[in-house]
């Protein structure tokens, strides 16, 4: 789960899951992509959503 550290700038700590979920989403996103500009085009309308980890 993703966990946000407030500081003088916001960070958000990844877990490998979510680096992992990430990646497997960009892969089905981006199969049928031609090009770079293709790929920035499909990537820019897709939202990733992570689950925030609340501790």
Request: charged share 35%; with cysteine.
């Amino acid at each position: 789960m993703a966990r946000i550290i407030e500081n003088n700038r916001r960070i958000i700590k990844l877990s490998v899951d979510d680096v992992l979920n990430i990646v497997r989403e960009y892969q089905t996103i981006c199969r049928e992509s031609c090009c770079y500009e293709h790929t920035r085009e499909l990537l820019a309308k897709t939202d990733f959503y992570i689950p925030e980890d609340i501790a």
